[in-house]
């Protein structure tokens, strides 16, 4: 399995700490996918970095790539209690047709 | 959820009884995908299509069958329900091919089946 892996499994933070996760995976890709998912609800796409792009931002969120270290991490500043939800890194094969998923970081945020 | 739905949303069913989940979408999207999220595993996909009556395998394909007989409406069917089936199961959609352009997947609710 080409599966990804995704660290911390779990995370406990105050409200306006920044929060990173990280995934790591082992193939060659062709972009790199961060996903939310709230309990009980199915996952939200948040933000795509490309395999020949280093750093990506959306609002709060900060992406990064590093391909030769087969790792991205995602960053969540001034997190807010809305903010607490799993986190999921996929990633695309350079063949384009098959999305993998980490196994996710649980991230709670305590108001 | 980006005008996708999925039924039921919860269903209890006994081992070796056939079982057919549902996807529907309102977005004239031309790919659609089946997911299994079980614990530690993330997201694994069962199968996708690219069109009408056009499917393939995803990763964990084994005893599960999908149709797709109109772009709105993609069926994943479990011949005979094992236990080893029993999931949450997402159903994406998305514009285009993964490495499309427009390659977002849109996901739906998803299917809470238990296989007793």
């Known amino acids: 399995s080409q599966q990804g892996e995704e660290d911390p499994q779990a995370l406990s933070i105050q409200e306006g700490e920044n929060a990173t996760m990280n995934c790591s995976y082992k193939t060659s890709i062709n972009n790199l996918q961060w996903y939310r998912q709230n309990s009980g609800r199915g996952l939200v796409h948040l933000i795509l970095?490309?395999?020949?792009?280093r750093e990506k931002h959306s609002g709060r969120l900060r992406v990064t790539l590093d391909t030769s270290k087969k790792s991205s991490s995602l960053l969540i500043t001034a997190s807010r209690a809305a903010d607490t939800a799993s986190y999921f890194c996929a990633f695309l094969n350079n063949a384009g047709n098959m999305l993998t998923f980490g196994g996710g970081t649980r991230l709670m945020v305590k108001p | 959820d980006a005008g996708i739905t999925q039924s039921p949303r919860h269903k209890v069913t006994e081992t070796g009884t056939p079982v057919t989940l549902r996807c529907h979408q309102t977005e004239n999207h031309r790919y659609m995908y089946w997911y299994r999220q079980d614990p530690g595993h993330g997201l694994r996909l069962i199968h996708y299509?690219?069109?009408?009556?056009?499917?393939d395998k995803g990763e964990v394909s084994d005893g599960y069958s999908v149709s797709r007989s109109k772009t709105e409406d993609f069926l994943l069917t479990l011949e005979s329900a094992t236990s080893s089936q029993t999931s949450v199961y997402f159903c994406?959609?998305?514009?285009?091919?993964?490495?499309?352009?427009?390659?977002?997947?849109?996901f739906g609710p998803g299917t809470r089946l238990t296989v007793l």
């Open positions: 299509s690219y069109g009408v009556k056009d499917t």
């Open positions: 970095i490309r395999s020949n792009e």
């Open positions: 994406a959609i998305s514009a285009s091919g993964l490495a499309g352009v427009y390659n977002e997947q849109f």
